[in-house]
């Protein structure tokens, strides 16, 4: 696939999510991502959810614009073989290894530095002191739970939003390093932890220091939000809209299409709440409730929507994903993000591209994900130059492998 990294290669080993998402990113860009798979089998292969046939949905929804080899790599020579893969050929475009599972023997990083001096290597860990950790186990220490829901219990998200945040962190910070190398000819080893994610997060959005200075808990606000006002409302058919005024721009908007400007008025002069600033609305948020609950429970969602189209009002309605897939017109063909892609062993379906537009790069076809080990000799060929008689006879003693099927 060309794109804008097109000339780059990484040499991918990954399971479920962090790493396998940042490979499937710079693939979408063009970058040439060779995964290395186990011949036995990666441990996200089958992962849920699946078809009505059993058939893994999850492992080629996030491995898309790749190319798959299989090696034994239980086997000395087969890990020797992994290592030259993942130095590559001086001078090219590769020598990048991107994992987030633990490489040891002749496919550790120093080994490898050993075959190509400048490899750049990207390595996940869970925490900083190397102990094991997954999304789930570091979403219920970020405080978030805490202030997510209307429970007294904490409530884990289900969005694995640190796996997500770490992929994004880990494709900038193999772009930055490929420039490093580019200008100084020096590689290097970049590592980074979930844990790490989720507190430079946390103190980034200053929940850190709101904690420290002011030494008072975040309150748990169920679907409000905080400093501002907006809430949930429901409808008259019995759906759930998410609506919010922030700016003063957005909260006149609101105003005005629910005619509510008069009720308002005299909801400040009563209460002497200044509802023209964003920290008064907060403050007054139940009693502003109270005059929008009823115009919201008199319409249904269509009405809604035809009464804030156009209008500036800072809304979304509450879906389930088969409402989003079927419903939400920006979940469509309309949509360039989006095409039909017929993935072996799933079938047509709507599949995005990468979410950036890039104006040299106009968005093609949306690549498929490969079957494990479906490029296997053209990745011996393409990246080592392998003849036809090395790849058989790598082949004929089960170092590689194809498909499964084959």
Not at 115 to 120: A, E, H, S, T, Y
Not at 264 to 290: F, K, P, V, W
Not at 294 to 320: H, M, Y
Request: hydrophobic fraction near 40%.
């Amino acid at each position: 696939m060309k794109g804008i990294l097109d000339g780059l290669r990484v040499a991918e080993i990954s399971a479920y999510i962090a790493a396998p998402l940042c490979g499937m990113t710079l693939g979408q860009l063009g970058a040439d991502i060779v995964q290395i798979n186990p011949i036995s089998g990666r441990m996200d292969e089958n992962r849920w959810p699946h078809t009505k046939d059993g058939n893994s949905l999850y492992y080629p929804a996030i491995n898309k614009a790749k190319r798959s080899i299989r090696i034994d790599l239980k086997q000395p020579e087969g890990r020797d073989l992994a290592a030259q893969l993942m130095a590559g050929s001086p001078g090219d475009g590769g020598g990048i290894v991107l994992s987030n599972l633990p490489l040891k023997g002749p496919m550790a990083t120093e080994e490898v530095k050993k075959l190509r001096p400048d490899l750049i290597a990207l390595q996940v860990f869970g925490n900083p002191d190397g102990s094991t950790a997954v999304d789930y186990t570091i979403n219920c220490a970020s405080g978030f739970p805490d202030i997510t829901g209307n429970s007294a219990q904490p409530t884990n998200h289900v969005a694995p939003i640190w796996d997500i945040s770490t992929s994004l962190y880990l494709a900038t910070g193999l772009l930055a390093a490929e420039r490093h190398r580019r200008l100084t000819g020096e590689g290097q080893t970049i590592t980074i932890t979930l844990a790490d994610v989720m507190l430079a997060t946390v103190g980034n959005l200053s929940y850190l220091s709101e904690a420290q200075i002011n030494d008072e808990p975040r309150p748990t606000l169920g679907n409000q939000v905080f400093g501002a006002f907006g809430r949930d409302f429901a409808t008259a058919d019995g759906r759930r809209v998410m609506v919010t005024g922030i700016s003063n721009k957005q909260w006149r908007a609101m105003c005005d299409a629910t005619e509510t400007n008069e009720q308002m008025q005299a909801l400040q002069d009563n209460t002497g709440a200044d509802l023209s600033d964003e920290a008064g609305r907060y403050h007054a948020r139940d009693a502003i409730s109270t005059v929008l609950e009823p115009w919201f429970e008199a319409r249904t969602l269509d009405e809604i929507r035809s009464v804030f189209s156009g209008t500036g009002v800072l809304w979304g309605p509450f879906q389930t994903f088969k409402q989003l897939a079927t419903e939400d017109s920006r979940c469509s063909l309309d949509n360039p993000l989006f095409g039909r892609l017929d993935q072996p062993g799933i079938g047509p379906h709507l599949a995005p591209h990468i979410p950036l537009d890039f104006e040299a790069f106009p968005r093609g076809d949306v690549p498929a994900a490969p079957l494990p080990g479906e490029h296997s000799e053209a990745v011996l060929s393409d990246v080592l130059g392998l003849s036809a008689n090395e790849i058989g006879k790598l082949f004929d003693a089960g170092i590689v492998a194809g498909t499964p099927a084959d």
